[in-house]
């Protein structure tokens, strides 16, 4: 979407800011300042860097004098370093690095934030609510360290804002607007939360990629619980009272958010200690959620009040377990003086008595690792792209053809995984069904993550395989066990997240794929 602004469009390729910064994708349109925010390549320094771009009229008066207040706070911004804000290069203005003839009226340069946009994260579904508030938490701590300084971020529009590769929400594209306020920036809190637990934006001058936020007829925000009922009262809550101006109750400052972050993710911390100490883990959400919700307990007496709760459960548990076990042998013991033989207790490897109280009971033994047979080598493997084409066709049967100086690679995107599509990978077809255990992936990305799918005919739906396995990939080889043994013809290696190379392309090398069944 090129912009037409004096001495040219905004459009790949086109080189601004002194002949230095080479235009290569547009991110988006902060409407409300004219501002369009690109991804460039630093020709001096040969990096990518964050490029935000005030496009106007150099004879408008009022127009210019907007870009240099915004241009002002940007450089104030230079001084203030944070891991939630991408960190301002220069900032370049009229007869200071822009010219006129470019239709610029100033630009702010960042460093590149590695990632994903928020758009693109939220318009596949909304973010599972503890994930929500943990990606909140982190973008709060750089509110309130920046309102501690006296600095506003302006970060109340959602496409200024991008997921990194960690989980955390970071500004990358600086630049806060002239009249933009401290309020403003602890509103724009209450508005992403509310946009990650729903999809939809709450605040006025959004992007046409994502719906409004619906009101009541009294022109109050709908809740985030009213549109998904799976949000916890106290976050649909909060991200109202965070947004709204009016009226008691509201949330005005980053420090009050935290705290209510803070609660939730104590509630989190009790549920994982209960996890901890007997409880089975609760399985995958079917829908393919992959945000961490756990987060170390940064309180060092509430660590050590968990610490202590723990040791005096597992304490509670050895001398009730030691206890029973005395009871046993004496029952044993006693019915062997008036009937029969004595029984030998600790003979039996399947009953042996619990350790004395104070003694640490003996290491079990692990599981034999399954047996596996000689490899079995596919029929078949094309690249698997439901919905595009490309990735290397032709190549695919370098994959498995027993050398692993010919490779299959896919192409190089310019950002991860699912920004541009849900994955890609090889589908390999079997002359008869085997019975799968293994996968031996020779790889030259790491950094990259697979799942291995099970699917009932050569070109299914993505929708239509199932997962069976799953693992990360490593510089050399790799062996990803299925979660038990797979009898099937056809099976698939789905990469979800590619490897990135030194250029910060996005890519993913498999030189060999090993299938081996159940022994």
Do not use: C
């Amino acid at each position: 979407m090129g912009v037409r602004a004096q001495g040219g469009s905004l459009a790949p390729g086109r080189v601004v800011g002194d002949g230095r910064y080479r235009l290569l994708a547009q991110f988006g349109v902060d409407e409300r300042a004219a501002a369009h925010l690109w991804r460039a390549r630093d020709g001096q320094l040969k990096r990518d860097v964050a490029l935000t771009l005030l496009v106007g009229d150099p004879a408008d008066a009022e127009a210019a004098r907007l870009a240099r207040r915004t241009l002002e706070r940007a450089a104030h911004a230079s001084k203030f370093g944070h891991g939630g804000v991408a960190r301002v290069l220069d900032v370049l203005s009229l007869g200071s690095g822009v010219t006129s003839s470019e239709g610029l009226l100033g630009v702010v340069v960042a460093e590149w934030t590695k990632g994903s946009d928020l758009v693109d994260l939220v318009a596949q579904r909304p973010v599972a609510p503890a994930a929500a508030a943990r990606m909140v938490q982190a973008l709060a701590e750089a509110v309130d360290h920046a309102h501690q300084n006296g600095l506003v971020l302006g970060l109340d529009h959602p496409q200024r804002l991008r997921l990194t590769p960690d989980g955390a929400l970071k500004l990358a594209f600086p630049g806060p607007l002239p009249e933009a306020t401290l309020r403003d920036d602890v509103k724009a809190l209450g508005a992403v939360l509310y946009l990650l637990l729903t999809g939809r934006w709450a605040l006025p001058g959004g992007p046409a990629a994502i719906p409004a936020a619906p009101h009541a007829p009294t022109g109050r925000v709908i809740p985030p619980r009213s549109l998904v009922p799976t949000v916890p009262v106290e976050l649909s809550s909060l991200a109202v009272r965070t947004i709204e101006d009016g009226g008691h109750g509201g949330i005005r400052t980053s420090a009050a958010i935290l705290r209510v972050l803070d609660q939730v993710a104590e509630a989190e911390e009790r549920t994982q200690l209960i996890k901890a100490v007997g409880e089975e883990e609760a399985p995958a959400e079917a829908d393919g959620t992959v945000w961490t919700t756990k987060k170390p307990v940064k309180d060092v007496a509430r660590r050590k009040k968990l610490a202590f709760g723990v040791t005096v459960l597992v304490v509670a548990t050895v001398v009730i377990l030691a206890w029973g076990g005395m009871m046993l042998i004496n029952l044993f013991q006693g019915e062997s003086k008036s009937s029969g033989p004595q029984i030998n207790v600790a003979a039996s490897s399947s009953s042996a008595a619990p350790p004395a109280p104070g003694q640490q009971p003996p290491p079990s033994q692990p599981p034999p690792a399954p047996t596996v047979g000689a490899a079995v080598k596919p029929s078949a493997v094309t690249v698997f792209n439901p919905g595009s084409k490309g990735d290397s066709p032709g190549r695919a049967k370098n994959a498995t053809d027993g050398d692993p100086g010919t490779v299959w690679k896919t192409d190089d995107y310019d950002e991860q995984f699912p920004v541009l599509k849900k994955g890609v990978g090889l589908v390999v077809t079997f002359k008869d069904p085997i019975n799968l255990s293994q996968i031996k992936i020779d790889s030259g990305s790491p950094g990259s993550k697979v799942e291995i799918r099970s699917a009932d005919k050569k070109n299914p739906k993505l929708d239509e395989t199932k997962v069976v396995g799953a693992g990360d990939l490593a510089e050399g080889e790799a062996t990803i066990a299925l979660q038990q043994p797979q009898q099937g013809q056809y099976f698939i290696v789905w990469i979800t997240q590619l490897g990135e190379d030194s250029d910060g392309k996005f890519a993913t090398e498999l030189k060999e794929l090993t299938f081996l069944p159940a022994g």
